[in-house]
């Protein structure tokens, strides 16, 4: 923005307050507490905020409500140019099942799978049957690797299917799933495009992410080795074919899968500029973001797909403030010490600095190393170099350590009353224990062992019992899923408070357990 002349107004929540961003725009707001939902999910408060600064548009980011339709339509109705697609596209592409549908349309290859969303778990199993197993159940809203869930038989498709529902309700509030066939070892590989107001659309090449850990991306690069050039001409023309048939305007990302006979398949598009859109720019020379803010200001692309030219390899580690000894748990505090590569063919996108405190309200990636090289080996060999010169030394513990062997006791007494995974694992088994006793009886019913009468007594019996166990196992789902939204303000206070009494106090330990997600982090600190 500062490179175009244009003024800009950064927003904040109460724990970003010190974030580089603010430092750096013209204006900055506070739009809210650390809590997203008060601060960068409050669409009021952010457009009240961009009236009172007389802000004429928006860019979104990556986060929060980058590809939140509401929220680009309460845009345009307020007259604040959403700085990516119209709201009724990114409406239609952030529904995953309708967005599969739109691509088959238009002859784009999509995997096997469901018609649209399952409407219940009984067609769920016949879509299972059809495709066959090994299938994913996934999110019909879903994004950056949440409401996933690989089955492997039918025995495992009812439990996964309750909660697939469950988790999609509790992140998109929205529980429509679809099923897809599971693709063994695919490689994730993304076209990025570019789209005016005008109709004209360009991509800008392939971008390799197969690199993941848990559905998350960690290593990202382009060209992509899985695939040749007249792949490459086939996903490019592919992915322009279905951002013409959305009436996609803004820069977007549309991913697929690729098997090991390098078939691709539709797996859904981003409307909105991806985290690991710093390779293209290295690739192609072109600002993916300048050119988002041109085409949202009317402009035309500079470009036909003739003129765009790949140079190289290029290759982003992305740097979380994780801890490897903890299963890489985030792990926020304040830097004291860092240094950061730099050198011919290496960029780095952070917002970090010295005295900075990384918040445990959001995401753990802290920044982006890029690398550039004349092919892959010189980008690798750049990597390795960057990745050794990089230091980011913090201090890793947020709150006093508390040195007590009598809390320490105090602490397991009360972990063992909210291991909600050993909880979850025990409904688990006692759901396919009854399963397994409705599957006996039926064939002791076949073999005469049983009438018929009392096998439908039973199995009503039985059929109820499994509902309360569902019931409870919900329950206990959505319990977990409260104790990991862990409140960092609250927690500090409550650790002050319990330090000033100098005694183990029962109840507060029970909050502090109940707000972090001990099941991981065993310590007290």
């Not at 345009?76 to 995953?96: A, T, Y």
Request: net charge neutral; aromatic share 6%.
């Amino acid at each position: 923005c500062k490179e175009m002349n244009i003024k800009t107004v950064a927003v904040y929540s109460e724990a970003d307050k010190e974030a580089l961003h603010t430092k750096l725009a013209d204006e900055a707001i506070c739009i809210g507490p650390a809590n997203p939902k008060q601060s960068y999910l409050n669409i009021k408060n952010i457009i009240e905020a961009a009236n009172i600064t007389k802000t004429d548009s928006i860019h979104p980011g990556f986060g929060f409500l980058s590809e939140n339709a509401e929220f680009a339509k309460i845009c345009e109705e307020s007259n604040i140019k959403f700085i990516g697609p119209k709201s009724n596209v990114i409406n239609l592409l952030g529904n995953k099942s309708n967005s599969k549908k739109l691509m088959q349309q238009e002859g784009v290859p999509t995997i096997l799978g469901s018609d649209g969303s399952v409407k219940n778990l009984k067609e769920a199993v016949l879509v299972c049957e059809k495709i066959g197993y090994p299938v994913l159940l996934k999110a019909s809203a879903g994004g950056g690797g949440k409401g996933i869930r690989q089955v492997n038989s039918f025995d495992e498709l009812e439990t996964n299917y309750n909660i697939v529902k469950q988790e999609a309700k509790n992140a998109f509030n929205d529980d429509e799933i679809y099923i897809e066939k599971f693709i063994q070892n695919p490689r994730h590989v993304e076209i990025q495009i570019l789209a005016d107001e005008h109709g004209n659309i360009v991509h800008l090449g392939e971008r390799d992410c197969s690199l993941q850990r848990n559905h998350q991306k960690i290593i990202e690069e382009t060209p992509s080795t899985a695939i040749d050039e007249k792949i490459r001409n086939k996903m490019g023309n592919a992915s322009i074919k279905a951002a013409k048939a959305a009436g996609y305007t803004s820069c977007g990302t549309v991913e697929y899968l690729v098997d090991n006979d390098k078939n691709f398949y539709f797996m859904e598009m981003n409307t909105r500029i991806q985290v690991e859109h710093p390779i293209t720019e290295v690739r192609t020379g072109i600002d993916i973001v300048k050119e988002q803010i041109k085409i949202a200001n009317g402009e035309r692309l500079r470009w036909k797909q003739k003129d765009i030219e790949f140079r190289g390899n290029v290759i982003e580690c992305r740097i979380n403030a994780e801890n490897p000894k903890k299963n890489f748990m985030p792990s926020p505090g304040t830097i004291k010490e860092i240094n950061l590569p730099g050198g011919n063919g290496i960029r780095v996108d952070t917002a970090i600095y010295n005295g900075y405190t990384i918040p445990s309200n959001y995401d753990s990636m802290i920044a982006k190393i890029i690398t550039y090289g004349v092919n892959r080996n010189e980008a690798l060999s750049k990597m390795k170099r960057a990745l050794e010169e990089t230091v980011i030394d913090y201090i890793k513990n947020l709150f006093k350590k508390i040195d007590s062997e009598k809390i320490e006791l105090e602490v397991k007494k009360e972990m063992t009353k909210y291991d909600y995974v050993k909880m979850l694992q025990k409904l688990e088994n006692e759901i396919k224990l009854i399963n397994n006793n409705i599957d006996q009886m039926y064939i002791d019913k076949l073999n005469n062992k049983i009438s018929e009468e009392m096998y439908e007594r039973l199995l009503k019996k039985f059929r109820n019992k499994i509902g309360e166990k569902e019931n409870e196992y919900m329950e206990t789902k959505q319990q977990k899923e409260e104790a990991k939204q862990d409140d960092t303000e609250k927690i500090k206070s409550i650790v002050q408070d319990f330090l000033s009494l100098n005694k183990p106090t029962s109840e507060i330990m029970k909050v502090i357990i109940n707000r972090i997600e001990i099941h991981q982090d065993k310590q007290v600190d």
